[in-house]
């Protein structure tokens, strides 16, 4: 596990571009494109604002009003349809609002090798915006943030960390999203091993009774088996989609009911919610009805997640926004109902895609890569906040099935093993450096 820190960035990155160069604006809100458009001629710049052939792209999409998922819908299509004339496109964010478009550049950079993908965040002041992005292309800088002096921040690996020491805890509540299975589960095993307390296991799954006629098996093939041979009325047929749907509602309850046992056993109270965190009706009714039952949230695990992993000329929309829901949509809605005046502790589960980059994950990478960036702002809007975001390697479960194993060790990319991941987890968020947000844990992923 090594930190990350934002280190004054070198020049150079990329070969800076002179006057003569030509530029091109495409996206944005018209002030933007014309007060940059402005700068940039007078430095000698030519611009455009089609995608004819030019020397670079400057895509303005994400600094428009909209929510995060279109805002950066937008911005990958508007990166596809000018990676034909330009090889160099920069993809602009503002510190305004958290974005997460350092995660699509470096995704980008590992899918389309031929071009040069970098992204900027420019600071909340607006008119620093033209003098800056000009600046930056002059002198050839790569992802990071744009200071009004014009440097430029980018984010830097430190050294391994050792375990810190974990002193007891105050007895509080914890609400722990995608928390009642798979790794969250573990994790949300261990933070009540360290911290005791009441854990909200809160997941879309309905915890589904099992069938007293069924023999209890964790094994989805056998259970479909079991379904099948069920007695049933004359005439009534049961489709294997419907077996499958079946036997994984249950498998999902068995599971469900494990983890809220094993919580149990370590003293600490549990329950589980039913919450939807991507809906923000469904957040609003869970929250609303748990902390009247269990008082004020004071811990956030934010682990929810899913996957719609497809190459970022392929993506869909559609694909985009499934991702985007439970962690960006989530974080709003959870955030709507439990201010962060009340918390103490806040964990997003992030991935090493947001850090590295990642073939086929452009929305995940970008989703997370949100997440590091908001917990920053929440940082200097709470500092007595102690926020953690994890950037995980691959783990031995959870998401990672036989064949994303296999693709990871062929990259030389070691597996987390669960029970360390759980550990890891626990001992930083209760006891780590507060200084030291971003974490990444396990191996760093190659370059290329």
């Known amino acids: 596990m090594r930190p990350v820190s934002y280190v004054p960035a070198p020049a150079g990155i990329s070969a800076g571009l002179k006057r003569g160069a030509r530029i091109a604006l495409i996206g944005g809100m018209d002030d933007d494109v014309q007060a940059i458009s402005a700068m940039l001629a007078a430095s000698g710049f030519g611009v455009f604002s089609s995608s004819v052939e030019v020397d670079a792209v400057l895509v303005l999409s994400a600094l428009r009003n909209e929510d995060a998922a279109t805002l950066h819908w937008n911005t990958l299509e508007a990166a596809r349809s000018v990676k034909a004339t330009s090889r160099r496109i920069v993809l602009l964010q503002s510190a305004v609002a958290p974005s997460g478009l350092d995660g699509l550049s470096r995704t980008l950079r590992k899918e389309w090798p031929q071009s040069e993908i970098f992204s900027w965040t420019l600071p909340e002041d607006r008119t620093l915006w033209p003098q800056l992005t000009t600046h930056a292309l002059s002198a050839g800088y790569g992802d990071g943030q744009l200071l009004s002096e014009g440097q430029q921040l980018s984010p830097a690996l430190g050294e391994l960390l050792s375990p810190a020491l974990i002193t007891p805890q105050p007895s509080a509540t914890w609400l722990v999203t995608g928390g009642a299975r798979g790794v969250t589960a573990a994790c949300a095993i ?25 023999p209890v098996t964790q094994d989805l093939k056998a259970l479909r088996g079991l379904l099948a041979a069920r007695p049933r009325a004359p005439g009534v047929r049961i489709s294997p989609s419907e077996l499958d749907r079946t036997a994984r509602a249950l498998l999902a309850g068995a599971e469900i009911r494990d983890t809220l046992a094993a919580i149990r056993s370590t003293g600490a109270v549990a329950e589980y919610i039913t919450m939807d965190a991507g809906d923000a009706a469904s957040v609003d009714r ?10 004020p949230i004071r811990g956030i695990v ?35 109902n439990i201010h962060p005046s009340q918390l103490s502790h806040i964990a997003f589960f992030s991935s090493a895609a947001a850090f590295f980059g990642n073939r086929g994950q452009s929305d995940y990478a970008m989703a997370n890569a949100l997440l590091a960036n908001a917990a920053h702002r929440l940082t200097s809007e709470a500092p007595d906040l102690r926020i953690k975001v994890f950037h995980w390697g691959p783990w031995a479960g959870g998401m990672v099935d036989a064949a994303l194993a296999t693709h990871f060790e062929a990259q030389g990319i070691p597996l987390i093993p669960i029970e360390e991941g759980a550990r890891i987890f626990a001992t930083e968020l209760l006891a780590g450096d507060p200084a030291q947000i971003e974490l990444v844990v396990g191996e760093a992923w190659p370059a290329g």
């Open 286 to 295: 869970a929250l609303s009805a748990a902390q009247a039952r269990f008082g």
């Open 302 to 336: 934010h682990g929810a997640g899913v996957l719609a992993d497809r190459l970022a000329d392929e993506k869909t929309e559609a694909e985009l926004r499934r991702v985007f829901a439970p962690k960006v949509n989530g974080l709003e809605n959870i955030l709507r």
């Open 190 to 214: 261990a933070l009540a091993e360290q911290a005791g307390g009441t854990i909200l296991l809160a997941g879309r799954s309905a915890e589904t009774p099992w069938p007293e006629d069924l």
